[in-house]
Every structure is written in structure tokens, then in C-alpha cells.
């Protein structure tokens, strides 16, 4: 069964940081290209960062600059790594599996001071 599990959520104040992380079973996830894709109030899912099986990585314009996405294969374990957080980065953050099309529940990221 594939499955992808996200924690690292929480609340934190304007300018700090949070580590997401999302653990992957039931595929081989070193072949996988994996995203960080995030969804606010009211609003449609928007793609946060990519990164592929060679580690090439991909990010959304609002987020360049200040969030990192890495892998672990050995773990198979991906990462956000969110720095100078803004209150519009609040939201759901989901982890997506784009070989197999899996998704994670999510965990919740708020920004507020």
C-alpha cells in the first residue's frame, strides 16, 4: 500500500522557519519525482517545489529563494525546509508522489504572529 505521511505543521510568527517532512512506503521511492504542493482558504492547490529522481530541483515563484526541498533516498523521506515564512504561506501542505500519483493528508502550516 502506498503511503505518504507529512508532519512538521504548525504555527509559527512572521520571518521564522519550519522543516516539513513526509515519509513514503509501499513504492520505490527513489525513482520517484516528489512535490510539495500547498493549498490556502479558498483557494485552489498550488505547486510549492519539485524534485526529481536525480535531484534536480523545481520552485514556485513565491516561494523561490526561501524554501528548499531535498530527499532522502535511504530514508525515503522527502523535505521542505521553509525559511522566512509570511503569512500568505499559510495553508495545507500536501506531499505528492508524481510517479504514482499519491498524495498525503497533509499538514497544516500557519503563519501569524
Known amino acids: 500500500e502506498v503511503q505518504l505521511v507529512e508532519s512538521g505543521g504548525g504555527l509559527v510568527q512572521p520571518g521564522g522557519s519550519l522543516r516539513l517532512s513526509c515519509a513514503a512506503s509501499g513504492f520505490a521511492f527513489s525513482i520517484a519525482a516528489m512535490s510539495w504542493v500547498r493549498q490556502a482558504p479558498g483557494q485552489g492547490r498550488e505547486l510549492v517545489a519539485t524534485i526529481t529522481d536525480g535531484h534536480r530541483t523545481l520552485y514556485g515563484d513565491s516561494v523561490k529563494g526561501r524554501f528548499t526541498i531535498s530527499r532522502d533516498n535511504a530514508k525515503s523521506t522527502v523535505y521542505l525546509q521553509m525559511d522566512d515564512l509570511k503569512s500568505e504561506d499559510t495553508a495545507v501542505y500536501y506531499c505528492?508522489?508524481?510517479?504514482?500519483?499519491?498524495w498525503g493528508q497533509g499538514t497544516q502550516v500557519t503563519v501569524s504572529s
Open positions: 505528492h508522489d508524481l510517479k504514482w500519483d499519491s
